[in-house]
């Protein structure tokens, strides 16, 4: 169902693979802009020290997020790794899009779909990968970063297969492609992207 009729909001949804850098260049995009936050997306993963209770996300357990699906209070949901939901919250989508917000988030290829076709008018799929001309190249690229920064072995294999199959096949279905080969030029791509999109709907970008 398309949701998007008259509504003046935006939302700018970051997509790829662990390790391609779109959480880094959203804090910059964050940094930048005194008027665009996260989009606090619903999660039951332990919350970090440099987060805040729904800012980044709505830290809930398992039991919590199991009352939401039933209530019908996600838009949608998946268990992106093993033991780890996330799912975006219905309400929250609908009232940053009626109030003329803009929003910024960091969603998973399913969940970015979704999204996107509720409301097409409203949301653009930002795909943030890492050079290569393959979807083979572009892992090697991944997995060198994983190992660089230490992530388990395990974990290494699953982001990868994910990558392979799920994350990197779906950039040709987003409306923009950033290659992070330098985080620098990566920001402001991002940003001429934002700078576009905010100028094409008459919002203000009220860079800080």
Known sequence: MNSSENLPGLILV???????????????????????????????????????????????????????????????Y????????????????????????????????????????????????????????????QSRVLEGRMRGRDDGATDIQHRLERARTLELPYQSQCDYVVVNGALAAAIDSTRAIVEKELARRGLSGAPQ
Not at 22 to 33: G, L, P, Q, S, T
Not at 99 to 119: H, P, S, T
């Open 14 to 76: 970051m997509i790829g693979p662990g390790g391609a850098g779109k959480n880094a260049i959203m804090k910059a995009i964050i940094k930048h802009y005194a008027n665009i936050q996260q989009l606090a997306t619903a999660t039951t993963r332990d919350m970090r020290s440099d987060e805040k209770q729904g800012r980044e996300h709505l830290f809930v357990s398992l039991q919590q997020f199991e009352a939401m699906i039933a209530k019908g209070e996600l838009l949608e």
């Open 78 to 137: 998946q268990e992106v790794t093993p033991g780890k939901f996330y799912g975006i919250p219905r309400q929250t989508v609908a009232d940053c899009l009626k109030n003329a917000e803009v929003r910024i988030a960091d969603i998973e290829v399913l969940g970015a779909e979704k999204l996107a076709r509720a409301y097409p008018e409203n949301v653009v799929q930002v795909f943030v990968t890492v050079p290569g001309e393959s979807i083979d190249e």
